[in-house]
């Protein structure tokens, strides 16, 4: 994909992302209308009234939920933007974190962002650092049978950037965890992303966890 | 806040009805516009104390029905409503006057303080 087809798909999904922020407004406020007239309204005259009040306030939890997964995902489509931009890199990994921890969840791995309080920014592709670190990220659920941790953490060392994405846990053999490492989809794909990045990667089998290492420009 | 008259400005139409019923319920006036010549003819008969304006709106949008209000005489301070991706609309916004902005969804106990707020101001 060339970066015309990228800003389109970003384009596109920036805009369903907008409508579907409204829809989830309406229904926020025909259910708070709803709310508000129940609580006017004599018990004697509304049966179940307290069922109909639980089942609003089920619905804008609902919603609340939905406005943060559209959110998300419309600030994921802003990721194509800008080839270029300067990123405050504990911000990227807080979004990564959310983006990827449903897929986490289904192998029931924990994910950590190990951020330390200083702030790191980096010039660099945005979308590209995301799918990089995506790409470390799955790499690891899929050698991991169940459960455990993974732990991301951000280090500046001079002009360069580390970023490590570590597991912890009884669920991956260490002995046998980059074994197949070269025919990997994961692995091919970021090696192409770091490249693309002038950036690389590296397994660290003892330690269980990918490194990924770009320049920051700042 | 009986005598409170709010004009909510949006071309999502069950969103604008709804908060305006909600508003009614709590004691405040509201009409509802659903595009930039409907509002600009209310603001114009029957001036509000405060507009509530979407900023993503087709025709001439809510940055240029803002830039027709300031025009007016009477200053009206104007909300603004944003949504994702209007950021540099709402800086705008506010650079041309804009009493404050909310994101949608927005709460409506913290529109209706700076419905009370703007009043104050004005």
Same mark, same amino acid.
């Given at each position: 994909m060339n970066e015309k087809d990228i800003k389109f798909i970003g384009k596109i999904t920036a805009g369903v992302t907008h409508e579907l922020n /409204?829809? $989830?407004?309406?229904?926020?406020e025909i259910s708070g209308l709803m709310t508000d007239i129940l609580s006017i309204t004599d018990e004697k005259s509304f049966p179940r009234k307290?069922?109909?009040?639980?089942? $609003?306030?089920k619905i804008?939890?609902? @919603?609340?939920?939905?406005?943060k997964l559209t959110s998300q995902l419309n600030k994921f489509s802003h990721l194509t933007d800008n080839y270029k931009n300067d990123i405050d890199l504990n911000e990227l990994l807080e979004h990564l974190i959310f983006l990827t921890e449903r897929f986490a969840r289904i192998k029931n791995v924990a994910l950590q962002n190990q951020s330390i309080n200083q702030t790191i920014t980096i010039n660099t592709?945005? $979308?590209r650092l995301q799918m990089a670190l995506f790409n470390c990220i799955s790499y690891l659920l899929n050698q991991t049978v169940i459960g455990g941790e993974i732990s991301i953490s951000p280090e500046k060392k001079g002009k360069e950037c580390l970023v490590s994405i570590t597991y912890k846990g009884e669920g991956i053999n260490k002995l046998s965890i980059f074994k197949d490492s070269t025919s990997s989809d994961e692995l091919l794909s970021l090696k192409s992303t770091m490249e693309n990045l002038n950036g690389v990667y590296e397994l660290d089998a003892? /330690?269980?966890? @990918?490194i990924i290492k770009i320049q920051s420009n700042k | 806040m009986? &005598?409170?008259?709010?004009?909510?400005?949006?071309?999502?139409?069950? !969103?604008?009805?709804?908060?305006?019923?909600?508003?009614e319920i709590r004691?405040?006036?509201?009409?509802t516009a659903s595009d930039g010549d409907k509002a600009l003819n209310l603001i114009k008969s029957q001036p509000p104390d405060v507009v509530v304006l979407d900023l993503m709106m087709p025709g001439i949008g809510g940055l240029g029905i803002l830039k027709?209000? &300031?025009? !007016?005489? &009477?200053?009206?301070?104007?909300? !603004?409503?944003?949504?994702?991706g209007s950021r540099e609309r709402s800086i705008e916004g506010m650079n041309l006057g804009a009493f404050d902005y909310v994101l949608k969804p927005c709460n409506l106990d913290d529109l209706i303080i700076k419905i009370q707020e703007a009043i104050k101001i004005k």
């Open positions: /409204n829809v $989830l407004a309406s229904i926020r307290e069922k109909f009040q639980t089942s $609003l306030g804008q939890n609902q @919603v609340q939920r939905g406005v592709d945005p $979308l003892s /330690n269980t966890a @990918v | 009986d &005598n409170i008259h709010v004009l909510i400005v949006d071309d999502e139409e069950d !969103l604008a009805k709804t908060i305006a019923e909600r508003l004691g405040i006036h509201t009409q027709q209000i &300031n025009l !007016l005489e &009477n200053k009206i301070p104007v909300i !603004l409503l944003t949504g994702y």
